[in-house]
């Protein structure tokens, strides 16, 4: 069966990077792109950004063009997110999801807090 | 990009209501439209993409529309529907969410 699983929590300081990795399992890596989504406390859903598993290819949300690198190691079947120059404002449940247009399964997302 | 806008912001209803919730777009975006539905401090869950129903999700959720304005219905609604729903657009990058509608208990 499908499965994203993705790492575990995190608290960065302002200023900080944070990564997060969703690993895939269940099914063919390279057939399907990955989206990663966020959600601040008590906030809706926000698409970020995502990565063709199969060639690398990206496409951003225009808030996070320079902050946001998405990278994918098809050896692991593994996605990775990372968020630089990270403010309070990046508080925040980050979701990995598959993605066939629509967002199919989905891992069980990693709470980033930055904080001072 | 393209802004979805949610109607209502949320919902008070009773179990065994038929429940509709509306989902705008600010350009036409097709049929490329899904909806999901999340519980406190869970993923969400896909429920329906192009107004078909994803795997494992009950008959009494149906979708419609196509262009700039969508439904997403719930015949009736149970205990287990509380929750709330998210229309997303993959018409076009980016990919834009609604803002969401809570369907709460009256």
């Known amino acids: 069966q499908v499965h994203l699983l993705q790492s575990g929590d995190e608290v960065k300081k302002p200023g900080a990077s944070v990564t997060v990795s969703c690993k895939a399992s269940g099914y063919t890596f390279t057939t399907y792109g990955i989206s990663w989504v966020r959600q601040a406390p008590g906030q809706g859903l926000e698409w970020m950004g995502w990565i063709s598993t199969f060639n690398g290819n990206t496409h951003h949300a225009d808030k996070f063009q320079l902050t946001l690198t998405m990278t994918r190691d098809t050896s692991t079947t593994t996605a990775y997110m990372e968020l630089r120059n990270l403010t309070s404002d990046d508080t925040a449940i980050y979701f990995c999801a598959r993605d066939a247009h629509y967002l199919d399964f989905w891992g069980q997302g990693t709470r980033v807090t930055v904080s001072s | 990009e393209i802004v979805m806008t949610q109607s209502p912001a949320t919902l008070s209803v009773s179990p065994g209501e038929r429940v509709t919730l509306s989902c705008r777009a600010s350009q036409s975006i097709n049929r490329n439209l899904a909806w999901y539905q999340q519980k406190g401090g869970q993923a969400p869950r896909l429920l329906i993409y192009?107004?078909t129903r994803a795997t494992g999700i009950p008959a009494r959720f149906s979708a419609t529309g196509s262009g700039t304005e969508f439904t997403l219905t719930i015949s009736s609604l149970q205990s287990e529907d509380f929750a709330v729903y998210y229309c997303q657009q993959y018409n076009n990058w980016p990919r834009t969410f609604g803002q969401g509608t809570k369907v709460e208990i009256k």
């Open positions: 192009a107004s």
